[in-house]
């Protein structure tokens, strides 16, 4: 933990949706015993969808470009747990030549990244 190793300072917790583009996005539930392994889909993707799996009014996205903005380093170590939209979400950053903070290291869940297209 962050607050027994005295370095909360350093470390900031950012919890909102996020996506390649600021869209409106919808909580999909697979899983009711799984809290933590909530997808969110787009809200055509929604409409398909009962309400038992879509419980929630929709939520906008921001980028990880928006997120790094606000960050004040310009080195930043980011732990990411997107639900299989890595690629979608860190493509962006990855292939722009003048990024705004330098990403040296990426946490995420590798059984995602078979989700991805």
């Known amino acids: 933990s962050t ?11 950012i919890q909102n949706t996020i996506s390649s583009h ?4 919808y909580p999909l539930i697979t899983d009711p015993n ?5 997808a969110f889909i787009t809200e055509e993707e929604a409409k398909t969808k009962t309400k038992e799996q879509v419980p929630e009014d929709g939520v906008t996205s921001v980028t990880l470009e928006e997120i790094l903005n606000i960050v004040e380093t310009d ?40 989700k991805n297209k």
């Not at 607050?3 to 917790?13: K, W």
């Open 22 to 25: 600021r869209e409106t996005l």
């Open 75 to 114: 080195t930043v170590i980011i732990k990411i747990d997107v639900e299989g939209s890595e690629c979608k979400v860190l493509t962006e950053y990855l292939v722009n030549q003048n990024k705004v903070r330098l990403i040296p290291y990426i946490y995420m869940e590798w059984m995602g990244i078979v």
């Open 3 to 13: 607050m027994l190793a005295g370095t909360e300072n350093n470390v900031r917790l």
């Open 34 to 38: 799984n809290e933590g392994g909530i």
